[in-house]
């Protein structure tokens, strides 16, 4: 149990509509990351959140969007979706960027019809 | 070519056995992580090291920071240990980079 916790478990939306994945994290912990995990590989960094701002963004277009809150809970929106973000979307709590131990919750699996 | 490489990418093995899985990277880190992936999606970081060697309980991890170049091993293999293994390096960026994966089944 890591104390991160997400939801919903499962989502199914159709193409073009919007999806907003919640995250609460562990208290204390200043960083919050998401990932994109598609099926058989690894997950791909999406963006990560220091103290409520965005604070490095991977390979993925503006429609990923996200939010941290002063509570330790952050949101991971994606608007216009598409098929190929049907996905794993992981996210990961620590205090200090990436050579923090990572603490992850246990995913969103999202189909995208 | 992927950023950080494991091998193999699957492996089966009868209880009992010394499992390793390898994980080879090509950028400047700082530091590495072992994750375990359950199926469903749960990840558990398992080790996060940069260098010399760890050990939890019946998990080794290793590092070679000359060779880039990492190992997990599992001594005395139990079907419970069955799962994806990823390992995961922080850049000098300060970004986190996955492998895809080892998925290891373990048989009774």
């Known amino acids: 149990e890591t104390g991160v916790t997400q939801s919903p478990t499962h989502l199914i939306k159709t193409r073009g509509q919007q999806v907003t994945l919640r995250c609460s994290s562990q208290s204390g912990h200043n960083t919050v990351s998401w990932y994109q995990q598609a099926l058989g590989q690894g997950p791909q960094f999406i963006f990560q959140y220091y103290r409520e701002e965005e604070n490095g963004r991977g390979n993925f277009p503006p429609r990923f969007s996200g939010l941290q809150f002063p509570n330790y809970s952050s949101e991971l929106n994606v608007n216009a979706l598409e098929l190929d973000d049907s996905a794993l979307y992981l996210c990961a709590s620590g205090t200090s960027g990436y050579t923090d131990t990572q603490y992850f919750g246990p995913g969103t699996r999202l189909t995208v019809l | 070519k992927n950023e950080v490489e494991q091998s193999p990418q699957n492996l089966t093995a009868q209880e009992g056995e010394f499992i390793t899985i390898n994980c080879s990277y090509s950028?400047?880190?700082?530091?590495l992580h072992w994750l375990q992936q359950h199926p469903g999606g749960g990840i558990v970081s398992l080790f996060m090291l940069s260098s010399g060697k760890k050990k939890h309980g019946r998990l080794i991890a290793t590092i070679n920071i000359q060779e880039k170049h990492s190992s997990l091993h599992i001594t005395a293999s139990h079907p419970r240990d069955s799962a994806v293994y990823i390992c995961a390096v922080s850049n000098r960026d300060d970004k986190i980079i996955f492998g895809k994966g080892t998925r290891l089944h373990i048989l009774p």
């Open positions: 950028v400047g880190i700082s530091a």
